[in-house]
T-cell receptor, first 112, second 111 residues
Framework: GENVEQHPSTLSVQEGDSAVIKCTYS??????FPWYKQELGKRPQLIID???NVGEKKDQRIAVTLNKTAKHFSLHITETQPEDSAVYFC???????????WGAGTKLIIKP | EAGVVQSPRYKIIEKKQPVAFWCNPI?????LYWYRQNLGQGPELLIR????????DSQLPKDRFSAERLKGVDSTLKIQPAELGDSAVYLC?????????FGPGTRLTVL
């Protein structure tokens, strides 16, 4: 079955700097890769997703890149702000409404 | 548009007691998911419904867990009897062929 590994487990960056979180997946049949943000005690919320027919997707300060050959995808946050502090989860699935296999999460800390 | 609704938000029970969680998905969403999230980990799928049919329940511990989605709308997840290791947040999510929207979750504590 699918396995998703996520690194780092904790990331601390200075406010205004960029943050990068990386994930690898094992099942080459996976073709949907969402990223969720979860603030403490709250529900996961989708911030960006990418499908395997696209190599990069951007939404304001957030971008996701996908390398299908290497089976890894990354989340990039530029100009980080205090409200970016949260746990970020990557996930992989064969379809968007199928079971999501989640990474272990990255706790992002934005230092003022 | 109302989001996914779950109740109760918190539940504390003693081990061996039964417990039930309720979920009302976003109107029109045909796919409903129940996830379990342990502290410091990502959500783990327990069961997925397409309308009223359970299409993926391979990770549901069927000896103590049961779920139903009558009429393809609301869903309940039951644990009987609960064990200490069941303490977690139980998340319900729904989708309509795309993004999965999550409810606020039910935090279960088993003493």
């Amino acid at each position: 079955g699918e396995n998703v590994e996520q690194h780092p487990s904790t990331l601390s960056v200075q406010e205004g700097d960029s943050a990068v979180i990386k994930c690898t997946y094992s099942d080459s049949a996976s073709n949907y890769f969402p990223w969720y943000k979860q603030e403490l005690g709250k529900r996961p919320q989708l911030i960006i997703d990418i499908r395997s027919n696209v190599g990069e997707k951007k939404d304001q300060r957030i971008a996701v890149t996908l390398n299908k050959t290497a089976k890894h995808f990354s989340l990039h946050i530029t100009e980080t702000q205090p409200e970016d502090s949260a746990v970020y989860f990557c996930a992989a699935s064969k379809r968007s409404n199928y079971q999501l296999i989640w990474g272990a999460g990255t706790k992002l800390i934005i230092k003022p | 548009e109302a989001g996914v609704v779950q109740s109760p938000r918190y539940k504390i029970i003693e081990k061996k007691q039964p417990v039930a969680f309720w979920c009302n998905p976003i109107s029109g969403h045909n796919t409903l998911y129940w996830y379990r999230q342990n502290l410091g980990q990502g959500p783990e799928l327990l069961i997925r419904y397409e309308n009223e049919e359970a299409v993926d329940d391979s990770q549901l511990p069927k000896d103590r867990f049961s779920a139903e989605r009558l009429k393809g709308v609301d869903s309940t997840l039951k644990i009987q009897p609960a064990e200490l290791g069941d303490s977690a947040v139980y998340l319900c999510a729904s989708s309509l062929g795309g993004e999965q929207f999550f409810g606020p979750g039910t935090r279960l504590t088993v003493l």
